[in-house]
């Protein structure tokens, strides 16, 4: 399967703007996702972006894509306890498959 | 109530054994997935379907078997459990591009231990 990576941890101070970073590998993607999950549930969509789009905003969110470098990152300004869980990207290209990142586990400190 | 729902969502279970796990759809996609989950690995595919008619392996399909009964229900068999499926397991939808962004929808996980 296409490689898609980010790292495990990311600890932020209540407040703080958290980024998370992702590389992937398919330079075909069709959308690009991040999705969130909390303890004990399924993985839910928070935001996608389009491949020929650059940067994409909702509410507290903000995705920027960098195609050339194969970079996706997800900005969550004043980032909230609630915002503790782990985000995945997931690239998704031809329609058939996903492909989902290792997953980034965000602590939010009080 | 849930747009998919996962049974059971908690299974524990002995080496050898048959386990069937289900999950059903409301949201009225042709398109469903089951994928395992392990610490550090992510999400990884194990078989997907795109129709009642339509099943294929994905990255990890040794050891398991799926049954799409109808459009709304997928179900995943482990024939002959083994400790290293200990897993959670996750059944997904999706609308595909044709139909929009292919956006895959989550059940809430089934955790299964083998011992």
């Known amino acids: 399967g296409e490689d898609v990576e980010q790292s495990l941890f990311l600890s932020v101070r209540e407040g703080d703007s958290s980024v998370i970073n992702c590389t992937y590998t398919d330079s075909s993607s069709t959308y690009l996702y991040w999705y969130k999950q909390e303890p004990g549930a399924g993985l839910q969509l928070l935001t996608y972006i389009f491949s020929n789009m650059d940067m994409k905003q909702d509410q507290r969110l903000t995705v920027l894509l960098n195609k050339k470098d194969k970079h996706l990152s997800l900005r969550i300004a004043d980032t909230q306890t609630g915002d503790s869980a782990i985000y995945f990207c997931?690239?998704?290209?031809?329609?058939?498959?996903?492909?989902f990142g290792t997953g980034t586990s965000l602590t939010v400190i009080p | 109530d849930a747009d998919v729902t996962q049974t059971p969502r908690n299974r524990i279970t002995k080496t050898g054994k048959r386990i069937m796990l289900e999950c059903s759809q409301t949201?009225?996609?042709?398109?469903m997935y089951w994928y395992r989950q392990d610490p550090g690995l992510g999400l990884r595919l194990i078989y997907y379907?795109?129709?009642?008619?339509?099943?294929n392996k994905g990255e990890i399909s040794d050891g398991y078997s799926v049954s799409r009964q109808a459009q709304a229900k997928f179900s995943l068999s482990l024939e002959s459990a083994i400790p290293n499926q200990t897993a959670l397991y996750f059944c997904?939808?999706?609308?595909?591009f044709g139909r929009g962004t292919n956006i895959q929808y989550f059940g809430a996980g089934t955790r299964l231990s083998v011992l």
């Open positions: 379907s795109f129709d009642v008619k339509d099943i």
């Open positions: 997904a939808t999706s609308d595909g």
């Open positions: 997931a690239e998704s290209y031809t329609g058939n498959q996903f492909y």
């Open positions: 949201k009225g996609h042709d398109r």
